[in-house]
């Protein structure tokens, strides 16, 4: 049976995220005093007296607002309470009860889930302000008194949580999850790849570039396997980065692709390659991550029999420096070749995983020796004694030699090349590490 599911909700900038950051203990979700800064659904686990949680961040309600933005919030609040098991209202006490807290309660009650009223932003400690009762008008019991910042009353506000969550259940058996982030430019189609996988409105699409901002997890359970697939805001030039919220969302994106196994690059077919395309690119292949170079929205091109084929060849030119990552097109609209996509994840997060024996890889190497011999400097030879792996994810060898610095480079991607002949490795970077010892050393 799936996790109960707690979701923070309230009109905006009542301190949800703030509060949402504390129960959780890490700063997931985007702090500003801007209100909307929280757009879709944040995820975490939360843990309290035994009890283990999914708690839910949600962007501010706003109930009759027409503006794009934040009538998907709200739609997106409105999953969220569909899917939660308990539902925390946060209100603000130095706003005091407003229309909109009175329109949200209204909305909650006719949901029929147990709800929790909490008043954030009690700051003070000692005696509760008087204008603390003034909440009761709400209709929802009493009032639980928080402040998000310090922590006071959080450990209330878990307790009463746990007491309407429903009864455990045992956890599932682990399974082996691959967990991929979605990157690339603002508006090239990463949210709408994940809504099409997930079958719903996980994350908010819209034709405004940036629209998603936090770093979105989503769990999809298929023929192909267990994935997490992690939407990230679109990393814009670093020059036009001119403001925290978007710096904030910069580094969410790197962090999403810190904890992936396999990164989805994503490119827009109707734009063709950029040189933030590349920089993108350069995040993931520098942090070791199996790669998958996904060209999108290729329904809205006009196409021939050579097409395809041309345009591959122009982006493996383009991304020569990571000629591993395999290249498909695609179309999040339509669903086209998303199979194939599945399919393909699952082979480069194998290949990121393989390990090679110690003995099979120095039968290629002696191979690759006799082949082109190793280059020499005033007489003296590279002589390469022997090659093993001692880590995966991403694969990496080390080289025992008699001197370093005649292992030139070139020879290094020779010896790479003959190992991704012999063994594949395809979407996945490989590192080489080498590691000088004497001749006596060797006897």
């Known amino acids: 049976m799936a996790q109960s599911v707690v979701a923070l909700v309230g009109r905006p900038n009542v301190g949800k995220s703030t509060l949402f950051n504390k129960l959780i203990g890490q700063r997931l979700s985007i702090v500003e005093d801007t209100p909307g800064v929280t757009r879709d659904r944040i995820f975490a686990q939360c843990e309290w007296t035994g009890h283990n949680f999914m708690l839910a961040d949600t962007g501010g309600i ?14 997106q609040a409105q999953l969220a309470i569909e899917q939660a098991d308990v539902i925390v209202l946060i209100t603000d006490i130095k706003a005091g009860v407003t229309a909109n807290d009175m329109d949200v309660a209204a909305m909650l009650q006719k949901s029929g889930k147990p709800i929790i009223l909490c008043v954030n932003k009690v700051d003070h400690v000692g005696a509760i302000p008087a204008d603390f009762y003034e909440f009761y008008n709400l209709g929802l019991g009493d009032p639980i008194a928080v402040s998000s910042v310090h922590g006071h009353g959080t450990g209330d506000l878990l307790d009463a949580i746990c007491e309407l ?157 990571m000629s591993y990552a395999p290249i498909i097109f695609i179309s999040a609209k339509t669903g086209q070749r998303i199979d194939r996509l599945f399919e393909l994840i699952k082979y480069v997060s194998q290949q990121h995983a393989i390990r ?34 001692p880590s ?32 594949g490795l395809e979407g996945t970077p490989v590192r080489i590490v080498v590691r000088e010892r004497g001749e006596s050393s060797n006897k």
């Open 392 to 423: 995966t994810q991403p694969p990496t060898f080390v080289c025992f030699v008699n001197r370093a610095d005649l292992f030139h480079f070139s020879y290094q991607r020779y010896i790479e090349n003959q190992i991704r002949e012999t063994f």
């Open 62 to 75: 706003e109930p009759y607002s027409d503006d794009v933005i934040l009538s998907q919030m709200r739609h």
């Open 356 to 389: 090679i024996s110690t003995g099979m890889l120095n039968d290629v190497l002696a191979v690759a020796t006799a082949r082109v011999q190793p280059p020499s400097d005033k007489g003296k030879r590279l002589r390469i004694f022997y090659i093993t792996q």
């Open 165 to 321: 969550l429903p009864e455990q259940q045992e956890a599932p058996e682990e399974t082996d999850v691959i967990k991929i982030a979605v990157i690339g430019k603002p508006n090239v189609g990463k949210s709408s790849l994940i809504n099409h996988i997930a079958g719903e409105e996980r994350s908010i699409v819209s034709d405004i570039a940036g629209t998603t901002r936090d770093a979105i997890d989503t769990e999809i359970h298929n023929r192909y396997g267990d994935f997490i697939f992690i939407d990230t805001a679109g990393l814009r030039r670093q020059s036009r980065v001119d403001d925290r919220i978007e710096k904030y969302s910069v580094l969410r994106a790197e962090m999403a692709v810190e904890r992936a196994d396999v990164c989805l690059i994503m490119i827009d077919a109707t734009e063709g390659f950029t040189e933030q395309d590349s920089k993108v690119a350069g995040i993931a292949h520098g942090k070791g991550k199996a790669c998958i170079i996904v060209v999108n929205k290729w329904d809205a091109i006009e196409k021939d029999g050579r097409t395809m084929d041309y345009m591959r060849k122009s982006l493996m030119e383009d991304f020569s420096f």
